[in-house]
T-cell receptor
Framework: GENVEQHPSTLSVQEGDSAVIKCTYS??????FPWYKQELGKRPQLIID?????GEKKDQRIAVTLNKTAKHFSLHITETQPEDSAVYFC???????????FGKGTRLHILP | DTGVSQDPRHKITKRGQNVTFRCDPI?????LYWYRQTLGQGPEFLTY????????KSRLLSDRFSAERPKGSFSTLEIQRTEQGDSAMYLC?????????????FGEGSWLTVV
């Protein structure tokens, strides 16, 4: 089955700097890659997703890139702000007929 | 709020007791998922339903766990003879196959503590 690896497990960046979180997946049939943000004590919430027919997607300060050949994808957050502090999860799925498998998460700390 | 709702939000039980969690998905979402999350880990897939049919169950899931979705709406997750290792947050999520891709929306979770 699908296996999603996520790095780093913890990341600290200065406010205003960029943060990058990287993930790899094992199942070449996976074609949907969402990213979720989870604040302490709250539910995971979708922040951005990408499908295999595109290589990059942006939404304001957040961007995701996908390299299907290498089976890895990344989340980029620019101009980080204190409210970006949270745990971020990458995930992969073979599409709408399949479950979503999550990585172990990256705890992002934004330093003042 | 018409999001995914879960009940109870918190449950403390003694080892060996049975517990049941309920999930009400977003209205008209035909897919429903159960995940388990422990501290410092990502959501771990347990099982999922399309309408009332249970399509897949994780091989990691003990026989003590059973889930149902009898009418294709709400779902229950029962854990029999609870063990301390079952302590975790149990997350329910739902999605619609009428929307492209597989965006799932999580509930707030049900925290289980086995003492």
């Amino acid at each position: 089955g699908e296996n999603v690896e996520q790095h780093p497990s913890t990341l600290s960046v200065q406010e205003g700097d960029s943060a990058v979180i990287k993930c790899t997946y094992s199942d070449s049939a996976s074609n949907y890659f969402p990213w979720y943000k989870q604040e302490l004590g709250k539910r995971p919430q979708l922040i951005i997703d990408i499908r295999s027919n595109v290589g990059e997607k942006k939404d304001q300060r957040i961007a995701v890139t996908l390299n299907k050949t290498a089976k890895h994808f990344s989340l980029h957050i620019t101009e980080t702000q204190p409210e970006d502090s949270a745990v971020y999860f990458c995930a992969a799925s073979r599409g709408r007929d399949d479950k979503i498998i999550f990585g172990k998460g990256t705890r992002l700390h934004i330093l003042p | 709020d018409t999001g995914v709702s879960q009940d109870p939000r918190h449950k403390i039980t003694k080892r060996g007791q049975n517990v049941t969690f309920r999930c009400d998905p977003i209205s008209e979402h035909n897919r429903l998922y159960w995940y388990r999350q422990t501290l410092g880990q990502g959501p771990e897939f347990l099982t999922y339903f399309q309408n009332e049919a249970q399509l897949e169950k994780s091989r990691l899931l003990s026989d003590r766990f059973s889930a149902e979705r009898p009418k294709g709406s709400f779902s229950t997750l029962e854990i029999q003879r609870t063990e301390q290792g079952d302590s975790a947050m149990y997350l329910c999520a739902s999605s619609s196959d009428r929307v492209s891709g597989n965006t799932i929306y999580f509930g707030e979770g049900s925290w289980l503590t086995v003492v």
